[in-house]
C-alpha cells in the first residue's frame, strides 16, 4: 500500500515538473532527489 502511494505520488511530481517553468523544475528535482535518499534509508538490505 505504501508502495502504491509513493508511486502515485512520483507521477504527480514528474506531471508537475513537466508543466513548471525551470525554477520550479529545479526545485521538484531536489525534492525528488531527498525522498529517493529517504526511501533507499528507509529501505531493507536486500539479501545477498
Do not use: C, K, N
Not at 20 to 35: F, I, K, Q
Amino acid at each position: 500500500m505504501i508502495r502504491r502511494r509513493i508511486d502515485e505520488d512520483l507521477r504527480t511530481l514528474r506531471v508537475a515538473a513537466e508543466a513548471a517553468s525551470p525554477e520550479v523544475r529545479g526545485l521538484l528535482a531536489a525534492v525528488a532527489t531527498r525522498v529517493h535518499s529517504l526511501i533507499t534509508a528507509g529501505s531493507p538490505a536486500a539479501p545477498s
